[in-house]
């Protein structure tokens, strides 16, 4: 699996990455929950800027985001309603809430949807590159995991996107559901070389997929500080103690 750097952190390689979110639906919102960052530990943060209402200035909220999370990789997300999120943009709207990100300097890493189609998702990809920014490119079921064909399919498609990370989510009903991600998660993990996999179960039945990065790939999981962003996320403190427990010697990696 390949191996990315950013702000001293090196994706792909020891225990998966935590990242945990910010979810701020007001500028006093943010304060609260930087606050709450500083007792959490984590690896990175994602901001979710769909809880914040239309705003142009948007990004005057940067400096005080960078300011509390210091050296530590800042993901920016939009996730639309249909994918769990809490807006929705046109095309039009989310490329230039996004160029407006990557021309201000304001993430690390940009979470870009798959639905949205290539149109809009490859220039953006192309851009991020050229500026140093990593992409998640990323899948959100919240009602079912498909089949195990379905499910390959998809990811395989992703793959081939090749984009820094690729992402899926699913709401499992059941445990075969939850081990037929595991399964591909760690199959596609050899498969694709230039890309990193963010896989995610969500949901109560779904945990174990959070703990399971070390064996399965993935190399970043989502734990919650002050407001968990989906189903299923477990506290960073609790996370953070199960992954050292279940961590691999290096000389014991298996991907």
């Not at 005080?64 to 943009?89: H, K, M, N, Q």
């Not at 945990?207 to 996320?233: C, D, M």
Request: charged letters at 20%.
């Amino acid at each position: 699996m390949p191996v990315f750097s950013c702000r001293g952190i090196a994706f792909g390689q020891g225990r998966p990455k935590i990242c945990v979110p910010l979810t701020p639906a007001s500028p006093q919102e943010l304060e609260g929950q930087l606050a709450a960052l500083s007792a959490v530990p984590y690896d990175l943060v994602e901001w979710r800027v769909d809880y914040l209402p239309p705003d142009p200035d948007l990004l005057s909220l940067y400096p005080r985001i960078r300011g509390a999370i210091g050296e530590a990789p800042l993901l920016l997300t939009f996730r639309s309603a249909r994918e769990g999120g809490l807006r929705t943009l046109d095309p039009q709207a989310y490329m230039a809430l996004y160029q407006n990100i990557l021309d201000a300097g304001a993430a690390d890493l940009i979470d870009l949807e798959w639905e949205m189609g290539p149109s809009v998702w490859r220039p953006l990809m192309d851009e991020a590159a050229r500026k140093g920014v990593l992409c998640v490119l990323s899948y959100h079921n919240f009602q079912e995991t498909p089949d195990s064909e379905v499910l390959e399919d998809l990811m395989g498609r992703l793959g081939e996107a090749s984009p820094d990370f690729a992402k899926v989510a699913f709401m499992p009903r059941s445990a075969r559901d939850v081990t037929n991600l595991l399964s591909a998660s760690e199959k596609f993990g050899r498969q694709c070389p230039r890309t990193l996999w963010i896989t995610v179960s969500m949901g109560e039945l779904g945990k174990i997929s959070r703990l399971a990065g070390s064996i399965t790939g993935s190399a970043i999981t989502f734990g919650s500080a002050a407001r968990a962003s989906a189903p299923g996320q477990i506290p960073a403190e609790t996370l953070k103690q199960m992954l050292e427990l279940l961590e691999l010697p290096q000389n014991q990696d298996l991907l």
